[in-house]
Each structure stands twice: as structure tokens, then as C-alpha cells.
């Protein structure tokens, strides 16, 4: 009991439990939408569907730069018990981020006859729904900053379950109804909405009329923004560009079959960023108070490596067995490939793990290393696509690569201490 007492008294575990659970609901949930729209929409229109979510991915880049950094300075003031300073931020992130995203919506929204030539889309309105639901997330992303931050993981992952389960209801019945692609992006927006209210009810004490100064320099925040944002650029890049190219380059049928692929690998990654999210804010703010903190890489180095070793044993013996069940006979041809894409987001999840870590302790100059890899993926994928394994083993290549140098990196850091 005692043991048990000790264990679940270490924040890291403990949170990570909590953010385990609740994330794992919504990502069985955000599985579950993508089973059942591979299934309802087949591999062809399911490839359009996938494409599009890999580029939404890459339309939040400078979102997710942003909930990392606001994650960052929060949890370094909530160290120091600095919540005027917190009431600050919010106030200014919330005002000074719309200006951007409304340029940022007009720029792409010029930009649609191209992405739709791109994709080979028959239709704008799915690109609109995208980006849509991409302002919503801009919001929700800085409301789910402010909960990870201060450490609020149950009502973080309680607004992951609700979005999901809003996404899961909307998105079925009007793919039933006919509405196909169209109907499956409509439920990520009202997924989106929802998720968004029920955040601000956690946060509601932010908006109370109390001095608000932000003792914060904009220097200090740009020299940590822009490799955050480079971080996030190349780590986005590394598992959506992939899905994007090989939509443009191989046949919709075969874009089908690698969009599946990606998604199962994906597991990997989504049972492993629970970890890094609550690994994050913690070693962010032992840093920031001068309290030992190496002890939490290694026990998330265990936690991930033991995560993706048991993943990758799983997609190598049951690979047939995992498509059909999950997808159907109809995605069998991607068999072969399921075992070496689980060696692929296995790379990437250590790797994010890593980068992570030093962005925490403010070393960003590692952020180059998958920024380089990142780069390189896409200019061989551009060069060498004539079939699926091709393009997996050039990012398992590369992975391995950028693994290997941030371990050395690490290592290198810890010998000069």
C-alpha cells in the first residue's frame, strides 16, 4: 500500500495517469471516428478525408507553437505563484492572437483554388469546413494551454472526451445521410465549439478585474516562440506531409491504404504524448525554480520506450489481423507495411519526447535537428514515391537519424554538467 502511496504521489505518473485515461477515452474515440469513416466512405473518398485532417494538422503549426509556449511561461509563473502575472497572459494571448488568425484564414482562403487542384478535390466546402474548425482551435488551444499549465489535467482531458463525442455524433449520421466527406469535417467543427465553452468554465477565474500586469519581455518571449514554432513546424511536418504527398503522387486507392497505415501508427504517438504532456509543464517549472529535475527525462524515457516497444511487438505479429478488424478486408493490401510504420512513430515519439525536454529547460537549439530531418523528408518523398514502402523507409531512415542525435546531444549536455 505504501508502494502504492509512493508511486501515484510523483506528479509525473500521477498526472500522466490522468492524462492517460482521459486522453485514451477520446483518442479510442478519435480512433473509433476514423474507423468508421474508413469503412462508411471506403479508401477512396477516406484518403480525401485523411489528406484534409493532415492538412489541418499543418494549418495549427503556429497553434501548437503556441499552446507550447503559453504552457511554458504559465507553469513557471504557477511555480512561482505568480497568478496576476497568468491573469496577464491570458488576457494578452486572447487579444492580440485574433488579429493573426483572421489574416492567416484570408491568406488560405485565396489560396483554396490551389489546394484544391492539389488534392484533386471536386469541391471547396470541404477545405472551408477545415479552416473553420481551425478557428475554433486556435481558442481552444489557448484555453487547454492555460488547464495543462497550471496542471488542470482532469478538466484538460474531460474537453478532449467532450470534442470527440460531439465529433462522433455529428459526423455519423450526416455520413449516412449522404453528406460524406463534408458530413465527417462538419463534426470536427462542432466537436471544436463545445470543446471551447467547457474550457472556459475551469477558467473562468482569469476574467476577474484584478491587476494584470505581465512582468514578461517581449524579447523573452520571441527567443522562445520562434524555435518552439520551428519545433512544431518540423514535428507536424514529419507526420502529416507524408499523408499529403502521397495523396498528390499515388493513386486515391493506395492514399487510402497509407492513410490507414498512418492512423494505426499513430496510436503510438497518442498513448506516448500523455507523458510529454505532463512531463513538460513539470520539468518547465522545476527549471524555473532551481529544483532537480533530470530524474522525470528518465522516468518518461522509460514510460515511452516501454510503450513503443510493446506497440511495435503487437503491429508486427498481428498485422492482418488489426487491419481487417479495424478497417476491413478492403485496406488488406497495406499488411506488409503495418509493422515498419510502428518503427517509424515509434522514432517519432522518442524523439518528440526529447526535443521536448530540452525545449523545457530552454536549450532550443536542438530544435535544427528535426527541422533538418523534417526538410529532407520532404525532398525525398518529392524524388523517390513510386511505391508505399519506399516513402515509409525514408521516414524511418530519417527518424532513426534525428533519434540517435538528440540521444548523443543528451548525452554530450549531461557529461559538461
Same mark, same amino acid.
Given at each position: 500500500?505504501?508502494?502504492?502511496?509512493?508511486?501515484?504521489? /510523483?506528479?509525473?505518473?500521477?498526472?500522466?495517469?490522468?492524462?492517460?485515461?482521459?486522453?485514451?477515452?477520446?483518442?479510442?474515440?478519435?480512433?473509433?471516428?476514423?474507423?468508421?469513416?474508413?469503412?462508411?466512405?471506403?479508401?477512396?473518398?477516406?484518403?480525401?478525408?485523411?489528406?484534409?485532417?493532415?492538412?489541418?494538422?499543418?494549418?495549427?503549426?503556429?497553434?501548437?507553437?503556441?499552446?507550447?509556449?503559453?504552457?511554458?511561461?504559465?507553469?513557471?509563473?504557477?511555480?512561482?505563484?505568480?497568478?496576476?502575472?497568468?491573469?496577464?497572459?491570458?488576457?494578452?494571448?486572447?487579444?492580440?492572437?485574433?488579429?493573426?488568425?483572421?489574416?492567416?484564414?484570408?491568406?488560405?482562403?485565396?489560396?483554396?483554388?490551389?489546394?484544391?487542384?492539389?488534392?484533386?478535390?471536386?469541391?471547396?466546402?470541404?477545405?472551408?469546413?477545415?479552416?473553420?474548425?481551425?478557428?475554433?482551435?486556435?481558442?481552444?488551444?489557448?484555453?487547454?494551454?492555460?488547464?495543462?499549465?497550471?496542471?488542470?489535467?482532469?478538466?484538460?482531458?474531460?474537453?478532449?472526451?467532450?470534442?470527440?463525442?460531439?465529433?462522433?455524433?455529428?459526423?455519423?449520421?450526416?455520413?449516412?445521410?449522404?453528406?460524406?466527406?463534408?458530413?465527417?469535417?462538419?463534426?470536427?467543427?462542432?466537436?471544436?465549439?463545445?470543446?471551447?465553452?467547457?474550457?472556459?468554465?475551469?477558467?473562468?477565474?482569469?476574467?476577474?478585474?484584478?491587476?494584470?500586469?505581465?512582468?514578461?519581455?517581449?524579447?523573452?518571449?520571441?527567443?522562445?516562440?520562434?524555435?518552439?514554432?520551428?519545433?512544431?513546424?518540423?514535428?507536424?511536418?514529419?507526420?502529416?506531409?507524408?499523408?499529403?504527398?502521397?495523396?498528390?503522387?499515388?493513386?486515391?486507392?493506395?492514399?487510402?491504404?497509407?492513410?490507414?497505415?498512418?492512423?494505426?501508427?499513430?496510436?503510438?504517438?497518442?498513448?506516448?504524448?500523455?507523458?510529454?504532456?505532463?512531463?513538460?509543464?513539470?520539468?518547465?517549472?522545476?527549471?524555473?525554480?532551481?529544483?532537480?529535475?533530470?530524474?522525470?527525462?528518465?522516468?518518461?524515457?522509460?514510460?515511452?520506450?516501454?510503450?513503443?516497444?510493446?506497440?511495435?511487438?503487437?503491429?508486427?505479429?498481428?498485422?492482418?489481423?488489426?487491419?481487417?478488424?479495424?478497417?476491413?478486408?478492403?485496406?488488406?493490401?497495406?499488411?506488409?507495411?503495418?509493422?515498419?510504420?510502428?518503427?517509424?512513430?515509434?522514432?517519432?515519439?522518442?524523439?518528440?519526447?526529447?526535443?521536448?525536454?530540452?525545449?523545457?529547460?530552454?536549450?532550443?537549439?536542438?530544435?535544427?535537428?528535426?527541422?533538418?530531418?523534417?526538410?529532407?523528408?520532404?525532398?525525398?518523398?518529392?524524388?523517390?514515391?513510386?511505391?508505399?514502402?519506399?516513402?515509409?523507409f525514408i521516414s524511418v531512415a530519417l527518424l532513426a537519424l534525428l533519434l540517435v542525435s538528440l540521444?548523443?546531444?543528451?548525452?554530450?549536455?549531461?557529461?559538461? /554538467?
Amino acid at each position: 500500500m505504501k508502494m502504492f502511496k509512493k508511486i501515484f504521489s /510523483n506528479q509525473l505518473i500521477s498526472g500522466s495517469l490522468a492524462m492517460t485515461i482521459g486522453t485514451g477515452i477520446a483518442g479510442v474515440g478519435n480512433y473509433l471516428y476514423h474507423l468508421l469513416m474508413g469503412r462508411m466512405l471506403g479508401p477512396t473518398d477516406y484518403g480525401i478525408l485523411a489528406s484534409l485532417i493532415s492538412l489541418s494538422y499543418l494549418l495549427s503549426i503556429p497553434t501548437a507553437t503556441l499552446n507550447l509556449v503559453l504552457v511554458k511561461f504559465v507553469s513557471a509563473f504557477k511555480g512561482k505563484k505568480d497568478f496576476n502575472a497568468i491573469r496577464g497572459l491570458f488576457k494578452v494571448s486572447a487579444q492580440k492572437i485574433l488579429p493573426f488568425v483572421l489574416v492567416f484564414l484570408l491568406i488560405f482562403l485565396i489560396l483554396t483554388p490551389f489546394i484544391i487542384s492539389f488534392l484533386h478535390l471536386n469541391s471547396s466546402l470541404p477545405f472551408i469546413l477545415v479552416l473553420l474548425a481551425f478557428f475554433i482551435s486556435v481558442f481552444l488551444t489557448i484555453n487547454r494551454a492555460f488547464l495543462q499549465g497550471l496542471l488542470r489535467f482532469g478538466y484538460f482531458s474531460f474537453s478532449s472526451i467532450l470534442e470527440i463525442f460531439l465529433k462522433l455524433s455529428v459526423a455519423i449520421p450526416l455520413v449516412i445521410w449522404g453528406f460524406k466527406v463534408n458530413g465527417a469535417l462538419f463534426g470536427f467543427l462542432v466537436g471544436g465549439i463545445f470543446g471551447y465553452l467547457f474550457t472556459l468554465i475551469p477558467l473562468r477565474w482569469l476574467f476577474e478585474k484584478k491587476n494584470q500586469k505581465l512582468k514578461m519581455g517581449k524579447k523573452k518571449i520571441l527567443s522562445f516562440t520562434l524555435p518552439v514554432f520551428f519545433s512544431t513546424l518540423a514535428f507536424t511536418s514529419l507526420y502529416t506531409s507524408d499523408v499529403v504527398l502521397v495523396r498528390h503522387f499515388l493513386p486515391g486507392q493506395e492514399s487510402g491504404f497509407y492513410a490507414a497505415l498512418a492512423l494505426l501508427g499513430k496510436i503510438i504517438f497518442f498513448a506516448t504524448s500523455p507523458i510529454v504532456a505532463v512531463s513538460f509543464p513539470l520539468i518547465s517549472e522545476r527549471h524555473a525554480i532551481g529544483v532537480r529535475y533530470r530524474h522525470l527525462l528518465w522516468t518518461s524515457l522509460g514510460l515511452v520506450g516501454g510503450i513503443c516497444f510493446l506497440a511495435m511487438t503487437v503491429y508486427f505479429l498481428f498485422p492482418s489481423f488489426l487491419i481487417k478488424i479495424l478497417y476491413g478486408s478492403q485496406y488488406l493490401p497495406a499488411v506488409p507495411f503495418l509493422g515498419i510504420f510502428a518503427v517509424f512513430l515509434s522514432l517519432y515519439s522518442l524523439s518528440f519526447l526529447f526535443v521536448n525536454f530540452f525545449l523545457s529547460i530552454g536549450r532550443v537549439k536542438t530544435v535544427i535537428l528535426p527541422v533538418v530531418a523534417g526538410i529532407f523528408q520532404i525532398i525525398f518523398i518529392c524524388f523517390f514515391h513510386q511505391n508505399l514502402r519506399q516513402i515509409i523507409f525514408i521516414s524511418v531512415a530519417l527518424l532513426a537519424l534525428l533519434l540517435v542525435s538528440l540521444l548523443l546531444y543528451c548525452l554530450q549536455a549531461i557529461k559538461k /554538467n
